[in-house]
């Protein structure tokens, strides 16, 4: 059983942006502080976008012998900001918690998505990564807007870490870090908002009856429910006056989610692509970008 000076931590990510790294800082700057503390990630087999779990335990006082997940957080840390719209978020969160949202949204606005008794903190974790890491993977960023608003660990204890598991990048990472710690905005949630339903594109599957003849056809079971196009954090563009319609991007493709549409120009199906950008790499003309997702 949890004692009640353990806090709990669920981190919300997708696949390569470091949640699970998030979650392995937080316990050993907590362990580096006499806490004791744990961290363990919750995903299956699924590639680089799709969404994953990280959980932290820490405790001043008691060993922690609870291995099960976090169903009940005491903080909530979003990586990325699609996931506010796919997936309850604050599902469990306790009254009087911490979500805290990568978003360029205003504070104001995140506000009118949820409702509960939570304090809400918002900080553009992405754009710091690009400017300071050049990439877009956030987990040290969140980690100053962590503690920033909960304090659960300190940031020198947190520069020791980085050093160790970074090296000679653990520079840029702590001055991620404490650029999101001075940029994070910290507001209240009001109780009985009224929390925004979001509505899906349905793909039209043909019927059994209208497949041609020589199909095998299995059991699709709940593959319907996975619409794994949202795993990705960018989507391919696609610039028709530099495209030759020569198909390279459609062969790369390892979902086989590109076809030829009427025109003779290539797209990617929506539902299905990760947003992996091997077609923009493949791509010798330099017709496709990759566009992040609104």
Known sequence: MKREDTIEIRWHGRGGQGAVTSAELTALSAIHENKFAQAFPSFGPERRGAPVLAFNRISAEHAIRVRSSVIKPDIVVVLDPGLVTLINVVDGLKPGGWLIVNSTRSIDDLQSEFSGDWKLAVVDASSIARELLR??????TMLGALIKTTGVIKIDSLKEQLEVKFGARAKANLEACRKAFDTTVISSITTGGQKKVRTFAVENLAKWSELPVGCVVTDVGNTKQFCTGDWKAQHPVWNDSKCIKCGICSLFCPEFCISQQKD???????????????????????????????
Do not use: D, L, P
């Not at 990439?135 to 040290?140: K, L, R």
């Not at 990617?268 to 992040?292: D, H, L, P, R």
């Open 135 to 140: 990439v877009n993977i956030v987990n040290t």
């Open 264 to 294: 003779g120009y290539f797209r990617a199906n929506e539902f299905y692509c990760k947003g992996c950008g091997i077609c923009a790499q493949e791509c010798w003309t330099q017709s496709i970008t990759m566009v992040e997702e609104a």
